[in-house]
């Protein structure tokens, strides 16, 4: 019966995935299906420490999130748990050998933002490291399935591309963060004042991301470079579109990409991936 438990925790982390970003919901369906629930137990675990810090505001949330923390490292050791997300979790990185410094860095970063932060330059980098560049090599674990010359040799790829998606979601959310939870992550940048100057130095560094990026998603094994690719291409598309309106205008409303965007994104894709076109 503990196939059943194994099952039920996957799928726990699928709903999850799905309910709260069709962005990389869409994007794991064109993985292949060998490594979908991989994909998604890593994201239950990301949205759900996330969730702890950005949305439980009446409860004692430093005091979940050390628990959150405790309880993951005793699966991982456990190879089991009681939480569903965390067991399917616990599963990834026990299977692939996921270096645990990855995991410590990300749960750092989830408990710098149980405080209200201004950001230096430093800490700003560190922040970016823990919260989007080691979810990317967690995933890069998966995509490479144990060869490990491959991983190091798309691993800077994989940092930028986590690098770029993490200050999109930056500019996108810039709104919500600094009203709703007092949180500035650009260094030197006062939202109060937030200039069109200061928005393109961030587009810029963008920029060169998502360059750095593309140099290793095409290098991805056949079984996930079409679903990275569809990731890269709809932040892509947000990234374009937060370019063309004002920093002023970014302070008043939350940018998005339509679903039809999204769809018409992805069949293009796939039709470039079919053609070696990628």
Known sequence: MINLYHQISKETSKSITRLYSTSFSFGIKLLDKSIHDDIYSIYGFVRLADEIVDTFHNFPKAELLQEFKEDTYKSIDRKISVNPVLHAFQMVVNKYSI????????LHSMEQDLDDIHYSNDAYQDYIVGSAEVVGL????VFVNGNQPLYENLEDS???LGA???KINFLRDVKADYQELGRTYFPGVDLEKFTRIEKLKIEVDIQDDFKHALEGIIKLPSSSKLGVYVAYRYYYSLFKKIKKISSERLMEERIRVPNTKKLYITFESMFQNRFNWI
């Open 164 to 166: 770029a998606f993490q």
């Open 99 to 106: 270096d645990l410094k990855l995991v410590d860095k990300f």
């Open 158 to 160: 994989a940092r930028r």
């Open 138 to 141: 967690m995933c890069l674990k």
